[in-house]
Nanobody, 124 residues
Framework: VQLQASGGGLVQAGGSLRLSCAASGLTFSNYGMAWFRQAPGKEREFVAAIRWSGGITYYADSVKGRFTISRDNAKNTVSLQMNSLKPEDTAVYYC??????????????????WGQGTLVTVSS
């Protein structure tokens, strides 16, 4: 299984970025997908998740209303549109795949596969 995250970069506060994660080696439509992030010196934290069908999404309170997770099961991709970025959004962002994604799937152990991460830096 491979999850390849891309789209990170340097952006000014208030700007936008779109992250993408391409999955291979698994039946993508059978998996819920999520984005986590990890800032230097901090634990990995949940950002957003989407169920296999794409109809149900979950967000951390810190990103609700600013970030949008979506998926394309035909292309085996999951995306994270990040708007109104803040310096505290600076982190390495990871995509993850889990067989069962529910409202309680906000811990890393709920996910079976992980991508390599992509760095997002938001300058003030």
């Amino acid at each position: 299984v491979q999850l390849q995250a891309s789209g990170g970069g340097l952006v000014q506060a208030g700007g936008s970025l779109r992250l993408s994660c391409a999955a291979s080696g698994l039946t993508f439509s059978n998996y819920g997908m999520a984005w986590f992030r990890q800032a230097p010196g901090k634990e990995r934290e949940f950002v957003a998740a989407i169920r296999w069908s794409g109809g149900i999404t979950y967000y951390a309170d810190s990103v609700k209303g600013r970030f949008t997770i979506s998926r394309d099961n035909a292309k085996n991709t999951v995306s994270l549109q990040m708007n109104s970025l803040k310096p505290e959004d600076t982190a390495v962002y990871y995509c993850a795949a889990g067989r069962v994604v529910t409202s309680t799937s906000s811990t890393p152990r709920a996910y079976n596969y992980w991508g390599q991460g992509t760095l997002v830096t938001v300058s003030s």
